[in-house]
């Protein structure tokens, strides 16, 4: 469904991506997995329109996204949950998930705030809190839940475990796996290797921008180098 | 000291200084708004504020000159003008960004900022330019309206003109519908999403540059309407009398708190009772050692002693810092 070819970034001097390639299949978590700075939130940003690509290709179902304004390509069905979750501070819980929605003016939009409030219980309680005063595994679950209010065909989540307690990360992994199974497409990028070759079905690991490994999450939790790197070994 | 007097003049000071302060409020919730979106202070304002008042003017002299002014109902040509300095004042707001700001969005900041000082004073040779071919005179006076001079004489030492009540309840429904507009619509809450965090905005789908066109349009507009209601109540205008009540209203949005929209309103009205009350009052109290000239030096130490003790400004802090 996502396809990225030979794709290359920049910022100024700095080459952040040199001829990344992947590939994500419809209703597949596919993880994006490497160690700081290697370019895998570049790579997210690349393809929801963020930062420009400087060359290679970008195509959900066939359709190229390069040169696609952000705001045009969520229409397209991506929605991206940048690292640091990036909710609306000021806004309340309510108007975060309606956000979520803008774009849209089709009649689900209700049935998907139901959907997101039986995902997340706690965000129905907190519906008229201003987002900014929830706590943090709650504004992840806000932004993951902004992010599902477009939609989308495919979801982008960046580092959705960062800045969580253990036993909220297995939450978060649970309802992406839920989500997954509900039919959404997923990349996921995350520091936390074990935890997201648990749920993906397949991986990729970025170092310095290229692809250094590929495979199915088995092949990837079993292979020596990234259980050294990036799994503590 | 006549007490009996300083307590008389008490209420029309009160009504002079809201009147003033309601105008500030609408100059600086432009300034307020477009800070809010972009961090930027548009200098372009003040001139976009005196082209509403310009648009009123000249539909004025059209109807008078047409003959028509007398016979149709005051309300009816106060709404048409403040329609009429809305649209074209919102919708040259919207321009000048579209040419002058939006190329140098990701210039160093002093850049559009020199940017806007040019199209202030473009704008400012352009009224004159244009008044000084169409009219061969750029000082302009507003033709009165017969209703709007009519006075209620309430009490010995106050007395309401219909002008007045005009200027407060046109401010007032104008803040009102702003109000309601960013706080309770979905445009009004994507903009300030986007005021918030631009990149996550444009990522759920907000079309960034659309929201500050058209923050840009409504602050722009709310500047027109607070022209007509300038020429309305002080009668004469230039091509340059923007410039000194758009400073004042820009530090009324500093003092309740750049980027606040309740601030601008609060800072404004504050602005205005201070103000009025120092021209009033400082001769009287002082034994005439410092006449009412001393009003803006009055007015701007204690902006400057409230902004020492609260530099966010009035508001600043309990909306911006929330979370
Ligand atoms: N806006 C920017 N300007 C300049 N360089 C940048 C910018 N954003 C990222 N980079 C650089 O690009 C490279 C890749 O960054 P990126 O954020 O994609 O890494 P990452 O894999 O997401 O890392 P992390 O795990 O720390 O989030 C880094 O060297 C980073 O310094
Ligand atoms: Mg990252």
């Given at each position: 469904?996502?396809?990225?070819?030979?794709?290359?970034?920049?910022?100024?001097?700095?080459?952040?991506?040199?001829?990344?390639?992947?590939?994500?299949?419809?209703?597949?978590?596919?993880?994006?997995?490497?160690?700081?700075?290697?370019?895998?939130?570049?790579?997210?940003?690349?393809?929801?329109?963020?930062?420009?690509?400087?060359?290679?290709?970008?195509?959900?179902?066939?359709?190229?996204?390069?040169?696609?304004?952000?705001?045009?390509?969520?229409?397209?069905?991506?929605?991206?949950?940048?690292?640091?979750?990036?909710?609306?501070?000021?806004?309340?819980?309510?108007?975060?998930?309606?956000?979520?929605?803008?774009?849209?003016?089709?009649?689900?939009?209700?049935?998907?705030?139901?959907?997101?409030?039986?995902?997340?219980?706690?965000?129905?309680?907190?519906?008229?809190?201003?987002?900014?005063?929830?706590?943090?595994?709650?504004?992840?679950?806000?932004?993951?839940?902004?992010?599902?209010?477009?939609?989308?065909?495919?979801?982008?989540?960046?580092?959705?475990?960062?800045?969580?307690?253990?036993?909220?990360?297995?939450?978060?992994?649970?309802?992406?796996?839920?989500?997954?199974?509900?039919?959404?497409?997923?990349?996921?990028?995350?520091?936390?290797?074990?935890?997201?070759?648990?749920?993906?079905?397949?991986?990729?690991?970025?170092?310095?921008?290229?692809?250094?490994?590929?495979?199915?999450?088995?092949?990837?939790?079993?292979?020596?180098?990234?259980?050294?790197?990036?799994?503590?070994? | 000291?006549?007490?009996?007097?300083?307590?008389?003049?008490?209420?029309?000071?009160?009504?002079?200084?809201?009147?003033?302060?309601?105008?500030?409020?609408?100059?600086?919730?432009?300034?307020?708004?477009?800070?809010?979106?972009?961090?930027?202070?548009?200098?372009?304002?003040?001139?976009?504020?005196?082209?509403?008042?310009?648009?009123?003017?000249?539909?004025?002299?059209?109807?008078?000159?047409?003959?028509?002014?007398?016979?149709?109902?005051?309300?009816?040509?106060?709404?048409?003008?403040?329609?009429?300095?809305?649209?074209?004042?919102?919708?040259?707001?919207?321009?000048?960004?579209?040419?002058?700001?939006?190329?140098?969005?990701?210039?160093?900041?002093?850049?559009?900022?020199?940017?806007?000082?040019?199209?202030?004073?473009?704008?400012?040779?352009?009224?004159r330019l244009v008044e000084s071919v169409w009219?061969?005179?750029?000082?302009?006076?507003?033709?009165?309206?017969?209703?709007?001079?009519?006075?209620?004489?309430?009490?010995?030492?106050?007395?309401?003109?219909?002008?007045?009540?005009?200027?407060?309840?046109?401010?007032?429904?104008?803040?009102?519908?702003?109000?309601?507009?960013?706080?309770?619509?979905?445009?009004?809450?994507?903009?300030?999403?986007?005021?918030?965090?631009?990149?996550?905005?444009?990522?759920?789908?907000?079309?960034?540059?659309?929201?500050?066109?058209?923050?840009?349009?409504?602050?722009?507009?709310?500047?027109?309407?607070?022209?007509?209601?300038?020429?309305?109540?002080?009668?004469?205008?230039?091509?340059?009398?923007?410039?000194?009540?758009?400073?004042?209203?820009?530090?009324?949005?500093?003092?309740?708190?750049?980027?606040?929209?309740?601030?601008?309103?609060?800072?404004?009205?504050?602005?205005?009772?201070?103000?009025?009350?120092?021209?009033?009052?400082?001769?009287?109290?002082?034994?005439?050692?410092?006449?009412?000239?001393?009003?803006?030096?009055?007015?701007?130490s204690v902006l400057i002693?409230?902004?020492?003790?609260?530099?966010?400004?009035?508001?600043?802090?309990?909306?911006?810092?929330?979370?």
């Open positions: 469904m996502l396809r990225v070819e030979a794709l290359e970034v920049a910022y100024g001097a700095i080459r952040a991506l040199k001829g990344v390639a992947l590939e994500v299949g419809r209703g597949q978590i596919v993880a994006l997995l490497g160690s700081n700075g290697a370019g895998k939130s570049t790579t997210l940003k690349t393809i929801s329109g963020l930062v420009p690509a400087a060359r290679g290709t970008i195509t959900l179902d066939g359709e190229s996204l390069v040169g696609v304004p952000p705001h045009a390509i969520a229409l397209r069905g991506i929605a991206h949950v940048p690292e640091g979750r990036r909710i609306f501070n000021r806004l309340t819980v309510r108007e975060n998930l309606m956000m979520g929605a803008y774009p849209r003016r089709d009649p689900g939009v209700a049935e998907d705030l139901d959907r997101v409030f039986a995902l997340f219980p706690r965000l129905e309680e907190r519906i008229t809190q201003v987002a900014g005063t929830l706590s943090g595994g709650e504004q992840q679950m806000l932004a993951i839940g902004r992010a599902l209010m477009l939609h989308p065909r495919l979801l982008l989540l960046d580092e959705p475990s960062m800045g969580l307690a253990p036993v909220l990360v297995e939450q978060i992994f649970a309802t992406i796996d839920d989500i997954n199974r509900q039919g959404m497409t997923i990349l996921l990028v995350e520091q936390n290797a074990a935890m997201a070759l648990g749920i993906a079905h397949r991986g990729y690991v970025l170092e310095t921008g290229t692809i250094a490994l590929a495979g199915t999450a088995e092949e990837l939790a079993g292979n020596a180098d990234v259980r050294r790197a990036y799994l503590g070994e | 000291m006549d007490l009996p007097l300083l307590i008389g003049i008490f209420p029309q000071v009160l009504l002079d200084g809201l009147i003033l302060g309601f105008m500030y409020a609408l100059i600086a919730l432009g300034y307020t708004m477009v800070y809010g979106v972009l961090e930027f202070i548009n200098f372009a304002h003040s001139e976009i504020f005196i082209v509403g008042a310009f648009v009123g003017v000249e539909i004025l002299l059209g109807l008078k000159g047409a003959g028509w002014l007398e016979s149709l109902p005051w309300p009816l040509v106060l709404l048409l003008l403040l329609v009429a300095a809305m649209a074209v004042s919102g919708l040259l707001a919207a321009a000048v960004e579209r040419v002058a700001y939006r190329p140098l969005r990701s210039a160093p900041r002093l850049i559009p900022l020199i940017s806007a000082i040019g199209v202030s004073f473009f704008l400012q040779d352009l009224i009219r061969n005179a750029f000082n302009l006076v507003y033709p009165t309206l017969d209703g709007l001079n009519h006075r209620f004489e309430l009490t010995e030492t106050l007395d309401v003109s219909v002008k007045s009540l005009v200027v407060i309840v046109a401010a007032l429904a104008m803040l009102w519908v702003l109000h309601m507009l960013v706080n309770r619509t979905k445009i009004g809450t994507a903009v300030r999403a986007v005021a918030e965090d631009q990149a996550a905005a444009s990522l759920v789908g907000i079309d960034v540059n659309r929201i500050i066109s058209l923050t840009f349009l409504i602050g722009g507009a709310m500047g027109g309407a607070a022209g007509v209601l300038f020429g309305v109540q002080y009668g004469l205008i230039n091509p340059y009398s923007g410039f000194i009540p758009g400073l004042k209203a820009f530090t009324a949005a500093v003092l309740g708190g750049i980027g606040n929209i309740p601030g601008a309103m609060v800072g404004g009205i504050v602005l205005g009772l201070l103000e009025a009350f120092a021209a009033s009052y400082l001769g009287l109290l002082t034994g005439g050692a410092f006449g009412a000239e001393y009003k803006d030096i009055f007015a701007f002693l409230i902004l020492v003790f609260r530099p966010k400004g009035l508001l600043g802090e309990i909306v911006r810092e929330r979370a």
